[in-house]
């Protein structure tokens, strides 16, 4: 198998056990690839003083749990198992930074969309992953609104970080990069803005930093949540409510948040500048903020690093 887009990795962890990369496959038969039932995660592991360390792991571990609860998949292992199970990952790879992709899916079974006949399965990737949308992250992207709404809470909950629910992300993604932007705002069924392709979205309007709320058919961000507790923390009002779109063109700043992207500013939507059209103040503070958090240069006062060389707790089955 060409290795052209993961040269560095080694191992993958596939139903409790690591298999070569070559080795890593499923059969066209699985039902997942069908009928897009699996749900996952993106989380990432940061270089620190101490070596690797992953960000908010336990959050991410249950947020899939969640998520495969909603689609009554049952995960053959404890959180603490899978929290286990990415360490080992990592460390097969001998990464100190990357990305890990945990995936559960309904494997192989009989065909139609009844899902429960299909096994649960479940494979943990991880490999080095820098800029998300690019080197010209730093300075900002260009953004649109897309012309696909988000899907509606009662069509496809958008809580559930399940592969079915990027297929209207790719919808998004597409249109944008086609008419030469780097990402798509999703607006709610209402009109009123959701989030990116990827990422949760952010304004600051008057010195106040504001995002959509979780009814915005918005999956809610680790990345999110870290960077609301981080302006507290710093003085800044924070709101969680309904954002017309109009607020996109007219507030001071404007960024991205998500595990892959981090904190990425927002430079134009639809052309329009955002603020002067270069990173503001508060989004520079809060890049500031984050990175002390995931380098653990703030001696991770939020309890948010699980160092990758400590082996965890396993429960015994
Ligand atoms: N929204 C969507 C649709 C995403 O795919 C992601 C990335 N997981 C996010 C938001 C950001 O979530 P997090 O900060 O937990 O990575």
């Known amino acids: 198998m060409a290795r052209d887009f993961y040269p560095d990795v080694q191992w993958i962890w596939m139903n409790g056990r690591l298999v070569e990369f070559d080795k890593a496959t499923i059969h066209v038969m ?13 989380i990432r592991c940061y270089q620190t003083k101490r070596g690797g360390a992953v960000f908010r792991l336990p959050e991410h571990v249950e947020r899939l749990f969640d998520s495969a609860k909603i689609y009554r998949m049952e995960i053959p292992l404890s959180r603490e198992e899978f929290a286990g199970a990415v360490l080992d990952t990592i460390r097969a790879n001998e990464f100190e930074a990357c990305y890990i992709r945990p995936l559960v899916y309904r494997g192989y079974g009989p065909m139609g969309v009844n899902p429960l006949l299909s096994p649960i399965e479940i494979s943990i990737a991880a490999w080095p992953w ?4 690019g080197e010209e992250a730093d300075r900002g992207v260009e ?3 897309s012309s696909w709404r988000r ?12 592969t079915g629910n990027y297929l209207n992300a790719q919808l998004i993604k597409m249109e944008a990069i086609s008419n030469g932007y780097s990402e798509g705002i999703g607006l709610d069924m209402q009109g009123d803005v959701s989030e990116g392709s990827g990422e949760n979205l952010f304004l600051v309007q008057n010195g106040a930093l504001i995002t959509p709320n979780v009814a915005s058919s918005l999956l809610s961000g680790i990345t999110r949540d870290a960077v609301m507790t981080l302006a507290r923390e710093i003085g800044i009002e924070v709101r969680e409510e309904r954002v017309p779109r109009g607020l996109l063109y007219t507030c001071d700043e404007l960024f991205f948040t998500g595990t892959a992207v981090e904190i990425t500013p927002i430079r134009s939507v639809d052309r329009i500048p955002v603020g002067k059209g270069r990173p503001g103040e508060v989004t520079r503070r809060l890049i500031a903020e984050f990175q002390q958090a995931v ?12 160092p990758v060389g400590v082996p965890v707790a396993r429960e015994v089955s």
């Open 30 to 42: 699985t039902h997942a690839l069908h009928y897009g039932s699996g749900v996952f995660e993106g």
């Open 130 to 133: 820098g800029r998300y949308l």
């Open 143 to 145: 953004a649109c609104v």
């Open 151 to 162: 899907s509606a809470p009662n069509s496809l909950p958008a809580t559930a970080k399940a």
């Open 295 to 306: 380098s653990g240069e703030d001696d991770d006062r939020h309890g948010w690093l699980t």
